[in-house]
């Protein structure tokens, strides 16, 4: 099952960790939906998903601040007596001693955001999704081209590193060389990102590992990108039959999603960044409603008619 820290969790939320005495470098994230405990707070905890993330906002909090003080006792133990990962009051409310106190013995940590209740869960829900999405790694190169994300694959050596490298000087962006992760945050949508290690680098056969970052600057990466476009090199070969139309899409499968797929063939003297640019802008007409190859057909099935009404 897939997982992530509650300490990056914390860091990317900017939370205000309110019982530092915890040690959370253990606590680990698996659910990537949030609670708001607001049925629990009342006495019904069937079908309580205690593992995830709960949220305090301000109905919780003011119908806590009704109660009594034995009965919010009895309501403060009875929702820590399960093994929850933590517990974020939003718009900075305060938990107060008696809940801190109650949340210190039961070993249970409590964060304070500024952001108000439906925000902050939107956002951790997001960023909740892409984390904890299922992952695989490929080999290839992600190039964000006018807003598109390319996956050019292909094989070790075949030019998949320096096509990316023209593109970057062309002023589009770098994702991830050589190995790229892929994540499916949904059933529309592939996630790609470097690796830790080998972010923002690039490997060239006779130079060695060049950081684009430093090189060509921020403006020149990018930390993640979906993958719209999957662009495979290959060898020219003479026997081969390829696609001079694109009337038929060809695709090819991510962790079960679809995503439109080109081969294309490389000799010497082809320019495999313009032929990138041309597939990017060609993909965006598509998705606009603009398919040059149908159009084709039209006009080439319009002059057909007229000439036989001629």
């Known amino acids: ?3 992530v820290a509650l300490v990056k969790f914390v860091e990317k939320m900017k939370l205000e960790n309110r019982t530092p005495e915890i040690d959370i470098t253990e606590i680990r994230i698996t659910q990537s939906d949030v609670n708001r405990p607001a049925l629990q ?3 019904y905890y069937d079908h309580f998903d205690h593992e995830r993330i709960q949220v305090i906002g301000y109905v ?10 034995e009965d919010k006792q009895k309501n403060f133990e009875q929702l820590l007596s399960y093994d929850i990962p933590c517990i974020v009051f939003s718009r900075d409310l305060d938990p107060g001693e008696e809940f801190l106190k109650c949340a ?3 070993n249970i940590p409590i964060f304070n955001t500024n952001m108000t209740t439906s925000e902050f ?13 299922p992952c695989i790694s490929i080999h290839g190169v992600l190039v964000d081209v006018y807003g598109e994300g390319l996956l050019i694959m292909g094989e070790s050596g075949i030019g998949k590193s320096e096509a990316a490298l023209e593109l970057i000087k062309r002023g589009h962006r770098l994702v991830s060389d050589d190995v790229v992760e892929i994540r499916r945050v949904s059933e529309e949508t592939l996630i790609g990102r470097a690796p830790d290690i080998t972010r923002y680098f ?3 056969r006779g130079i060695g590992i060049v950081d684009i970052k430093t090189l060509f600057g921020v403006q020149s990466v990018k930390e993640t990108q979906s993958i719209d476009l999957v662009i495979k090199l290959e060898d020219w070969n003479r026997d081969k039959e390829y696609d001079r139309l694109g009337l038929e899409e060809e695709y090819t499968e991510f962790l079960g999603n679809k995503v439109v797929c080109h081969s ?3 000799r010497p003297g082809r320019n495999l960044a313009i032929i990138c640019e041309s597939a990017a802008v060609n993909s965006r007409q598509k ?11 039209r006009r080439l099935q319009r002059s057909l008619m007229n000439g036989k009404e001629e």
């Open 287 to 297: 998705k606009m409603g603009y398919n040059a190859a149908q159009e084709l057909t």
């Open 1 to 3: 099952m897939e997982s």
């Open 264 to 266: 294309i063939p490389i």
């Open 202 to 204: 690039i490997e060239l």
């Open 104 to 106: 210190l013995n039961r």
């Open 60 to 69: 919780e909090y003011t119908f806590l601040e009704k109660l009594s003080s």
């Open 121 to 133: 869960m939107a956002e951790a829900i997001r960023w909740l999704n892409v984390e904890l999405a």
């Open 41 to 43: 707070l009342s006495g």
